[in-house]
């Protein structure tokens, strides 16, 4: 069976592409990819798909970006005077406000008067006096960048500055150390975020030079800046992952996975470290068994317990349990299954099930998986097995009647002979659930949301069915539009443009009948419809009925009196219902008397 395409660009297969799926979606995140891949316009072009998945996408997430729509730049030209004159005068009470803060700053000097100046027209220095002996020169170690001389440390302002201004140089210098970490100058970045940190403390400063410090090998220094983040906030899971990548580069692998395992507790779908937990699981595979534990025997050497060396030997690191894999494979094979990377999805699921079989959530996984890659009868087993598990799980009874009606299809009566086979579940795995009959509430609702569904496929029909029909009156294919016309009536029989539509259709194929029977029915729906009354009209006239077809036309000029083509078929139908007689010479009969016999 061939594998569903995906588009390279956001990775959303075209399965996903379908009313169904979008309906059930509830990750933003993918509607988004499946929303942008719509609009892109490589899978075709279909509006009402992309409608639909922007109302879906906006219950979902009403702030989302890919819901913004493109504005132009507002001028002078497309607002009002008052709005404009509003906007004029705002900008000018910002500039009195920013001219008032900036003199106040002035008159708040970083030093008192009592200091002497650091720099000053007023100061004589004698030329042959040095300002900074040769010894300290040589002595002195600035790990500043080159424009802050050593003298300039922002460790000896810092006291003197107030909360604002502390914010704004502390800000200002992350910035020139984020400028210099995006052009890889790792050292500098460190200086900086050191002068940001001495002048005030954050933990986002306190990451961003744990990444310089990493990317230069410093890892204690690194460890450092990791122990400062969770001081300042305890369990943030930034600072946890990255002491876990200190530790994974200083070979401490236990410490490591501690640090992740606690990131997963609170985020079981953090993709950074589930990935980063199995590059250590991996590293420690692949390490030779003595060496494995090398750490714990040393510290037990120490201590000089023999028998306690021997059991931390054989006590396991915590990585290689079945429980933490399961959770793993499980956590990624959700990653994937959400990504539309459906094979990978289904080798960790088997991974999973192979540690813990008859596992519910891998299972499920694993035949949604398959059900995209349209390997249904696998998909079937795995749905049934689930089943077998708990019976109440409604999404692999909506699977099982999706892909049996597939496989009749596609194998006919047959189909159960080619399924493999089904496991049997042993009553251990069995979830014993007694199925509570629902309450009012639960029916009433369910009611409600399939007349809702109902209603919305519906719509979606008649919508695609009146567009074929518009599609093939363009094409003058006539009698196969009067068909879909009919039947978007069978669905809506309330649609006066429907109904000025299929009479059109038949004033073209010269049915003026039928066409005069749509027309009043669209007058009924609307009484005042302009094209009704024309296209009664033109009935009328093919029935050579010029006066009720004059009478017709003078409705259409008194709605709108600009309509040239009824001002123009009122000339003809008048010149013609003066041609023909009003009353036609009648035939002589002769009437012969017979006597009754």
């Not at 009470?93 to 970083?110: F, G, N």
């Amino acid at each position: 069976m061939m594998s569903s395409s995906v588009d390279c660009t956001h990775g959303v297969p075209v399965e996903h592409l379908d009313y169904s799926y979008i309906e059930k979606c509830t990750d933003a995140k993918h509607l988004e990819k499946i929303l942008r891949e719509l609009r892109s316009g490589k899978e075709g072009f279909y509006p009402h798909l992309i409608t639909f998945c922007e109302s879906h996408l906006e219950r979902l997430n009403p702030k989302s970006r890919a819901l913004w729509r493109e504005n132009p730049a507002a001028t002078a030209a497309s607002l009002s005077k008052d709005e404009w004159s509003q906007i004029v005068s705002e900008m000018k009470i910002w500039e009195e406000e920013t001219k008032k803060s900036e003199a106040s700053l002035k008159q708040h000097p970083v030093c008192d008067d009592s200091a002497p100046p650091i720099r000053g027209s007023k100061c004589f220095i004698p030329l042959n006096k040095k300002l900074i002996p040769e010894e300290e020169k040589n002595t002195s170690n600035c790990t500043f960048p080159p424009e802050y001389p050593g003298c300039m440390k922002a460790e000896g302002h810092a006291a003197l500055l107030s909360q604002e201004q502390k914010l704004l140089l502390a800000n200002c210098e992350q910035d020139k150390g984020d400028d210099a970490f995006r052009t890889k100058d790792f050292e500098e970045a460190a200086a900086y975020y050191s002068r940001s940190i001495s002048v005030l403390p954050s933990v986002a400063t306190y990451q961003s030079q744990a990444e310089a410090k990493i990317n230069l090998k410093h890892w204690h220094r690194a460890m450092a800046d990791c122990q400062h983040m969770l001081q300042l906030e305890p369990g943030n899971k930034n600072a946890l992952l990255c002491r876990a990548a200190v530790y994974d580069h200083m070979g401490e692998f236990q410490m490591a996975s501690e640090d992740l395992r606690a990131v997963l507790k609170d985020e079981p779908a953090n993709a950074a470290a589930t990935q980063l937990l199995l590059k250590i699981q991996k590293k420690v595979s692949e390490r030779p068994p003595d060496q494995q534990h090398d750490s714990r025997r040393l510290f037990i050497h120490e201590a000089g317990d023999e028998e306690g060396n021997s059991s931390q030997e054989k006590q396991p690191t915590g990585i290689d349990s079945p429980q933490d894999l399961c959770i793993l494979y499980s956590n990624r094979a959700a990653c994937f299954l959400k990504d539309g990377n459906s094979q990978d999805c289904i080798e960790d699921c088997t991974r999973v099930l192979e540690l813990q079989p008859f596992s519910l959530k891998p299972l499920l996984r694993r035949a949604m998986a398959y059900e995209s890659l349209e390997r249904y009868r696998r998909a079937y087993v795995d749905y049934k097995t689930v089943l077998q598990i708990d019976i109440s799980v409604q999404a692999a009874q909506d699977g099982v009647s999706r892909i049996t009606r597939l496989l009749m299809e596609q194998d006919g009566p047959e189909w159960r002979e080619k399924l493999p086979d089904i496991p049997p579940v042993p009553l251990s795995a069995q979830q014993h659930r007694k199925v509570e009959p629902a309450s009012a509430e639960v029916l009433q609702a369910r009611a409600e949301k399939a007349a809702r569904d109902a209603e919305r496929r519906a719509e979606v029909l008649f919508s695609a069915l009146k567009q074929e029909g518009n599609d093939l009156v363009r094409k003058a294919q006539y009698h196969q539009a009067v068909g879909k016309y009919t039947e978007c009536l069978k669905m809506k029989p309330d649609q006066c443009a429907v109904y000025t539509n299929r009479a059109l259709c038949y004033l073209k194929q010269e049915m003026f009948t039928e066409a005069k029977q749509d027309c009043d029915a669209a007058l009924k729906l609307e009484p005042t419809n302009m094209k009704a009354f024309y296209r009664r009209a033109l009935a009328h006239r093919g029935l050579k009925d010029y006066l009720a077809s004059r009478s017709d036309l003078q409705e259409v000029l008194r709605l709108d009196p600009s309509v040239q083509e009824a001002e123009k078929e009122l000339e003809e139908v008048t010149l013609l219902l003066r041609q023909s007689p009003q009353d036609k010479p009648r035939k002589v009969v002769p009437i012969r008397e017979v006597e009754a016999r």
